[in-house]
DNA sequence: CCCCTTGACAGGTATAGACCACTCCGCTTG
DNA sequence: CAAGCGGAGTGGTCTATACCTGTCAAGGGG
């Protein structure tokens, strides 16, 4: 969880730079206060809850904006988590994979119970570009669903589907929001899965996504794009989640060529 | 680059929310001042300098430090870099396919030119997890690698690689740190690569490795960390690859079962 | 007994001011 | 002309203060 957990991450504390890349040794306070707020959060263990910022930066005897420096950056790394109007000690992130199986399946994989919550379904016409990628014509009729997806009911992450309402005319009175998509798809419509090319990267959230997953504004979020296609090699939806930057990670097995 | 390239991010402006979500409705000022600088990051153009902090808050009339919290965000997105005492507009991500391929395959792929530096090459005993992972006894002796990678010149990463001394004797007197460790894993000892396990997440760069990369402290990178075995499955190398998470997205090909 | 009001208090945002380390340019010096 | 020195100005950090919005628990009213 931590960026550092691996020793691997140091040369030591001796250990000579030899680029000529200068070796500073100057370490701002917020850093420090940061390295004894995580003493701190060791001693309360997970769910226990920290004393107020004004509280801190009294003991620590450093201004509240300082203290609160180093404690965006906890938070940024997912160790603690603002629950109400308190701070607790956050537990460690979930790992998924990076497989066709949907998110239900990772979740509960990791022995978690996992769950949706609709935030819209409508039908639109689909522009030039997600015409192009699901291959149909611009302006045709496509879903668009948006859900929260949840872990044991926490909200973890934002999925964004769009798929051509050709391909899933009953979608809006058959499906179930909460449900797994890909099972769906799978089992009702009998579309069987291909392969499929996914993009990851880190991105900030927008004040409407950090509102719609519960997280403070500005929290980095990984971001997948996905084009999944069928067994012939048609392509079914386009897909972009967020994911909690500091809630998940993803794993994959690469094969050699 | 930017969090939200597609329209699909949102659901319109009218868009009913079906869920119990509220929609908050208020913009901090600091995000309208964000909105403010993105449209003079278009003005400006790609490699275009900004005036100073404390011209643009006067220009905006805001306080110096709401406007570096605008500032802040585009700088972790990667829409901005700083050069030297100077902020500039940045270009687009890199795209680097998530394959056995090395970092040099990706860079080229690119159309840009790869390089590495060498912090550190030192040979050390192997703890009792990289052992296991390499599957040798502990105390073993082990090479640790450090290398900052480059791409165009730029300081875009930093890898680092754990990998036994019995299975590759002459790596100190044989390889080129400036050049491909998999190149020379594979055309000079002959190691043909089987499957590989790996692991993305995001995390916070530490001082030290911000310092080594270039970045500023706390920027949000990209860990990747690879196990990799040859075609007889045994292990070869532990990886630790960190990439600027404002400068690289990560591609791959998932196919069916 | 439950619901709702209400206010204390938490974190979120915004401001002004100060100092520091580093970069970079221009100038001096060899 | 090249190298090196120095100063101006930049972003980085830190402090102190103020006000806002949302949370939550206590207490009053139904």
Known sequence: MDQTPDADARSGPGAP???GIPE????PKYYAVKGQLEALLDELGEGGVLPTERELAARFEVARETLRQALR???IQGRVRRRGRSTVVAGPKLEQPLSLA???EGVRRQGRVPGRTLIGLERLGADPQLAGQLRIDAGDPVWHLERVLLAD???VGLESTYLAVGRVPGLEDEFDPGSSLYAYLGEKV????????????T????????LLIGTPPALPMLLLHRLTRDSADRPVERVRSLYRGDRFSFTTRLEAD
């Open 73 to 75: 950056e906890l938070l």
């Open 24 to 27: 500073h040794g100057r370490v």
């Open 17 to 19: 730079i030899r680029s």
């Open 190 to 201: 009998g579309i069987s899965f291909g392969a499929a090319d996914e993009r990851i990267e």
């Open 102 to 104: 949907s998110y239900t």
């Open 153 to 155: 009911g926490e909200r």
């Open 203 to 210: 991105v900030l959230a927008t004040p409407r996504e950090a």
